[in-house]
T-cell receptor
Protein backbone atom coordinates (compact mmCIF):
# COMPACT_ATOMS: atom_id res chain seq x y z
CA UNK A 1 0.00 0.00 0.00
CA UNK A 2 1.31 3.41 -1.02
CA UNK A 3 1.73 5.51 2.05
CA UNK A 4 3.60 8.17 3.99
CA UNK A 5 4.36 7.06 7.53
CA UNK A 6 5.09 9.42 10.38
CA UNK A 7 6.23 8.62 13.88
CA UNK A 8 5.38 9.36 16.56
CA UNK A 9 1.73 10.20 16.02
CA UNK A 10 1.46 11.86 19.41
CA UNK A 11 4.16 13.29 21.59
CA UNK A 12 4.26 15.39 24.72
CA UNK A 13 7.67 16.75 25.58
CA UNK A 14 9.31 19.53 27.57
CA UNK A 15 11.06 22.67 26.47
CA UNK A 16 14.59 22.08 25.29
CA UNK A 17 14.47 18.31 24.93
CA UNK A 18 15.61 17.41 21.44
CA UNK A 19 13.22 15.32 19.41
CA UNK A 20 12.93 13.85 15.93
CA UNK A 21 9.78 13.13 13.98
CA UNK A 22 10.41 10.54 11.33
CA UNK A 23 8.80 10.40 7.91
CA UNK A 24 9.07 7.60 5.39
CA UNK A 25 7.39 7.10 2.02
CA UNK A 26 7.23 3.96 -0.12
CA UNK A 27 6.28 5.56 -3.44
CA UNK A 28 9.78 6.45 -4.64
CA UNK A 29 8.85 10.12 -4.61
CA UNK A 30 11.60 12.65 -5.17
CA UNK A 31 9.88 15.50 -3.35
CA UNK A 32 9.16 15.51 0.37
CA UNK A 33 8.01 18.31 2.63
CA UNK A 34 7.05 19.14 6.19
CA UNK A 35 4.09 21.30 7.22
CA UNK A 36 2.68 22.49 10.47
CA UNK A 37 -1.02 23.15 10.92
CA UNK A 38 -2.30 25.60 13.47
CA UNK A 39 -5.88 26.80 13.98
CA UNK A 40 -6.68 29.77 11.77
CA UNK A 41 -3.31 29.62 10.03
CA UNK A 42 -3.73 26.62 7.81
CA UNK A 43 -0.84 24.52 6.60
CA UNK A 44 2.51 26.27 6.58
CA UNK A 45 5.54 24.80 4.90
CA UNK A 46 8.57 24.26 7.13
CA UNK A 47 11.13 22.61 4.82
CA UNK A 48 11.06 20.71 1.60
CA UNK A 49 13.43 18.46 -0.28
CA UNK A 50 13.68 17.94 -3.99
CA UNK A 51 15.82 14.83 -3.67
CA UNK A 52 18.57 13.26 -1.62
CA UNK A 53 20.89 15.87 -0.11
CA UNK A 54 18.74 18.70 -1.54
CA UNK A 55 16.70 20.61 1.01
CA UNK A 56 15.37 24.15 1.20
CA UNK A 57 13.49 26.35 3.63
CA UNK A 58 9.78 26.86 3.48
CA UNK A 59 7.97 29.72 5.15
CA UNK A 60 8.50 28.83 8.81
CA UNK A 61 11.87 27.05 9.14
CA UNK A 62 13.04 28.68 12.38
CA UNK A 63 13.65 26.15 15.13
CA UNK A 64 13.64 23.14 12.80
CA UNK A 65 16.22 21.08 10.96
CA UNK A 66 15.85 18.42 8.32
CA UNK A 67 18.04 15.98 6.48
CA UNK A 68 17.56 13.81 3.41
CA UNK A 69 20.17 11.11 3.32
CA UNK A 70 17.92 8.49 1.75
CA UNK A 71 15.19 9.02 -0.81
CA UNK A 72 12.47 7.45 1.29
CA UNK A 73 13.18 9.24 4.58
CA UNK A 74 12.86 12.88 5.60
CA UNK A 75 13.09 13.38 9.37
CA UNK A 76 12.17 16.64 11.10
CA UNK A 77 14.41 17.60 13.98
CA UNK A 78 13.58 20.00 16.77
CA UNK A 79 16.91 20.68 18.46
CA UNK A 80 15.47 22.68 21.35
CA UNK A 81 11.67 22.61 21.25
CA UNK A 82 9.71 25.54 22.60
CA UNK A 83 5.99 25.84 23.43
CA UNK A 84 5.33 27.80 20.22
CA UNK A 85 6.21 24.65 18.31
CA UNK A 86 3.19 22.91 19.73
CA UNK A 87 1.30 22.00 16.59
CA UNK A 88 0.06 19.30 14.26
CA UNK A 89 2.79 18.30 11.83
CA UNK A 90 2.33 16.68 8.45
CA UNK A 91 4.88 15.12 6.18
CA UNK A 92 4.00 14.95 2.49
CA UNK A 93 5.53 13.65 -0.70
CA UNK A 94 4.95 13.83 -4.42
CA UNK A 95 6.54 12.87 -7.65
CA UNK A 96 8.32 15.53 -9.66
CA UNK A 97 7.52 13.96 -12.99
CA UNK A 98 5.84 17.09 -14.31
CA UNK A 99 6.15 20.67 -13.23
CA UNK A 100 2.45 21.03 -12.52
CA UNK A 101 2.02 17.87 -10.53
CA UNK A 102 0.19 18.85 -7.40
CA UNK A 103 -0.95 15.73 -5.68
CA UNK A 104 0.71 15.74 -2.33
CA UNK A 105 0.39 12.52 -0.39
CA UNK A 106 0.19 13.28 3.29
CA UNK A 107 1.14 11.26 6.31
CA UNK A 108 -1.38 10.83 9.11
CA UNK A 109 0.08 13.68 11.12
CA UNK A 110 2.05 14.02 14.34
CA UNK A 111 0.54 16.00 17.18
CA UNK A 112 3.29 17.56 19.22
CA UNK A 113 2.85 19.30 22.56
CA UNK A 114 5.79 21.16 24.11
CA UNK A 115 5.35 22.02 27.79
CA UNK B 1 -0.33 39.75 3.33
CA UNK B 2 -1.55 36.19 3.19
CA UNK B 3 -1.02 34.43 -0.11
CA UNK B 4 -4.28 32.49 -0.04
CA UNK B 5 -7.50 33.61 1.61
CA UNK B 6 -10.53 31.53 2.46
CA UNK B 7 -13.61 32.18 4.52
CA UNK B 8 -13.25 29.97 7.57
CA UNK B 9 -16.96 29.23 7.74
CA UNK B 10 -18.63 27.15 8.82
CA UNK B 11 -20.65 26.95 5.66
CA UNK B 12 -23.86 25.03 6.29
CA UNK B 13 -25.90 23.58 3.44
CA UNK B 14 -28.76 21.07 3.40
CA UNK B 15 -28.24 17.63 1.93
CA UNK B 16 -28.71 17.68 -1.84
CA UNK B 17 -27.87 21.37 -2.21
CA UNK B 18 -24.90 22.92 -4.01
CA UNK B 19 -22.03 23.96 -1.76
CA UNK B 20 -19.86 26.80 -3.06
CA UNK B 21 -16.41 27.29 -1.61
CA UNK B 22 -14.28 30.26 -2.54
CA UNK B 23 -10.61 31.13 -2.48
CA UNK B 24 -8.68 34.23 -3.47
CA UNK B 25 -4.93 34.51 -3.90
CA UNK B 26 -2.62 37.47 -3.91
CA UNK B 27 0.20 36.54 -6.24
CA UNK B 28 -0.51 37.12 -9.90
CA UNK B 29 2.09 34.58 -10.94
CA UNK B 30 0.27 31.76 -9.19
CA UNK B 31 0.33 28.86 -11.58
CA UNK B 32 -1.54 25.86 -10.29
CA UNK B 33 -4.45 25.56 -7.93
CA UNK B 34 -5.65 22.70 -5.77
CA UNK B 35 -8.52 21.81 -3.52
CA UNK B 36 -7.84 19.43 -0.65
CA UNK B 37 -10.42 17.92 1.68
CA UNK B 38 -9.53 17.32 5.30
CA UNK B 39 -11.79 15.39 7.63
CA UNK B 40 -11.51 16.19 11.30
CA UNK B 41 -8.40 14.59 12.75
CA UNK B 42 -7.25 13.30 9.37
CA UNK B 43 -4.73 14.34 6.78
CA UNK B 44 -5.60 16.38 3.66
CA UNK B 45 -6.43 14.56 0.44
CA UNK B 46 -6.54 16.00 -3.06
CA UNK B 47 -9.99 16.60 -4.54
CA UNK B 48 -9.29 18.68 -7.62
CA UNK B 49 -6.50 20.47 -9.40
CA UNK B 50 -6.93 23.20 -12.02
CA UNK B 51 -4.36 25.01 -14.12
CA UNK B 52 -6.30 26.96 -16.76
CA UNK B 53 -9.07 29.52 -16.67
CA UNK B 54 -12.55 28.07 -16.78
CA UNK B 55 -14.30 25.10 -15.26
CA UNK B 56 -13.09 21.59 -14.56
CA UNK B 57 -15.58 18.92 -13.59
CA UNK B 58 -15.00 15.62 -11.82
CA UNK B 59 -18.13 13.83 -10.71
CA UNK B 60 -20.01 16.03 -8.25
CA UNK B 61 -17.11 18.45 -7.99
CA UNK B 62 -16.42 21.43 -10.23
CA UNK B 63 -13.42 23.72 -9.86
CA UNK B 64 -13.60 27.19 -11.38
CA UNK B 65 -10.59 29.39 -12.02
CA UNK B 66 -10.50 33.06 -12.95
CA UNK B 67 -6.90 34.24 -13.05
CA UNK B 68 -7.83 37.83 -13.93
CA UNK B 69 -9.85 38.09 -10.73
CA UNK B 70 -7.39 35.90 -8.80
CA UNK B 71 -10.21 33.67 -7.73
CA UNK B 72 -10.73 29.92 -7.59
CA UNK B 73 -13.82 28.14 -6.38
CA UNK B 74 -15.08 24.64 -5.72
CA UNK B 75 -18.69 23.65 -6.28
CA UNK B 76 -20.04 20.47 -4.76
CA UNK B 77 -23.31 19.36 -6.29
CA UNK B 78 -25.80 17.13 -4.50
CA UNK B 79 -23.97 17.65 -1.22
CA UNK B 80 -23.89 14.67 1.12
CA UNK B 81 -23.28 14.53 4.87
CA UNK B 82 -20.05 12.69 4.01
CA UNK B 83 -18.84 15.90 2.34
CA UNK B 84 -18.73 17.58 5.74
CA UNK B 85 -15.08 18.47 6.16
CA UNK B 86 -12.64 21.34 5.93
CA UNK B 87 -11.66 22.27 2.37
CA UNK B 88 -8.21 23.70 1.82
CA UNK B 89 -7.26 25.79 -1.17
CA UNK B 90 -3.61 25.64 -2.25
CA UNK B 91 -1.55 27.37 -4.92
CA UNK B 92 1.94 27.04 -6.28
CA UNK B 93 3.81 29.77 -8.10
CA UNK B 94 5.11 29.69 -11.62
CA UNK B 95 8.68 30.31 -10.50
CA UNK B 96 8.71 27.71 -7.73
CA UNK B 97 6.76 24.51 -8.08
CA UNK B 98 8.10 23.28 -4.77
CA UNK B 99 6.42 25.73 -2.43
CA UNK B 100 2.76 25.18 -1.73
CA UNK B 101 0.72 27.95 -0.15
CA UNK B 102 -2.38 26.78 1.66
CA UNK B 103 -5.37 28.74 2.80
CA UNK B 104 -6.64 28.23 6.32
CA UNK B 105 -9.60 26.25 5.03
CA UNK B 106 -13.38 26.49 4.95
CA UNK B 107 -15.37 24.18 7.18
CA UNK B 108 -18.39 22.71 5.39
CA UNK B 109 -21.35 21.19 7.24
CA UNK B 110 -23.90 19.28 5.19
CA UNK B 111 -27.05 18.75 7.21
CA UNK B 112 -29.20 15.67 6.57
Amino acid sequence: EAQVTQNPRYLITVTGKKLTVTCSQNMNHEYMSWYRQDPGLGLRQIYYSMNVEATDKGDVPEGYKVSRKEKRNFPLILESPSPNQTSLYFCASKTTGTGYTGELFFGEGSRLTVL
Amino acid sequence: QKEVEQNSGPLSVPEGAIASLNCTYSDRVSQSFFWYRQYSGKSPELIMSIYSNGDKEDGRFTAQLNKASQYVSLLIRDSQPSDSATYLCAVILIYNFNKFYFGSGTKLNVKP
